[in-house]
């Protein structure tokens, strides 16, 4: 049974870090994309970061260039989500990927986990 699990949401202030993790099971980690998602409210679900399946090549979308890290622990069949510098503009619902990389391949998500930026 396939499972990503998501955690580390939560409510910080502006400024503030927070550190999401993504623990999956049920496939070969170590051969999957990994990225990590986020849907606010009222607006379409986004990339912000992904990484492939060794870490070699990380992407991020451009309002979180310099404050997010993803990283991957193949070890701990885990992907992180470093969030620094934290805006209320990034409040939203964050999840987990997991893509085998062909067309037609494996995706599989998690059930998200909230992030609130907020004083």
């Known amino acids: 049974q396939v499972q990503l699990v998501e955690s580390g949401g939560g409510l910080v202030q502006p400024g503030g870090s927070l550190r999401l993790s993504c623990a999956a099971s049920?496939?070969?980690?170590?051969?999957?994309?990994m990225s990590w998602h986020r849907q606010a409210p009222g607006k379409e679900r986004e990339m912000v970061a992904r990484?492939?399946?060794?870490?070699?090549?990380?992407n991020y979308v451009d309002s979180v260039k310099g404050r997010f890290t993803i990283s991957r622990d193949n070890a701990k069949n885990t992907v992180y989500l470093q969030m620094n510098s934290l805006k209320p503009e990034d409040t939203a619902v964050y999840y987990c990927?997991?893509?085998?990389?062909?067309?037609?391949?494996?995706?599989?998500w998690g059930q998200g986990t909230q992030v609130t930026v907020s004083s």
């Open positions: 049920g496939f070969t980690f170590s051969r999957y994309r």
């Open positions: 990927n997991a893509w085998s990389g062909e067309i037609l391949g494996n995706n599989y």
């Open positions: 990484i492939t399946s060794v870490g070699e090549v990380t």
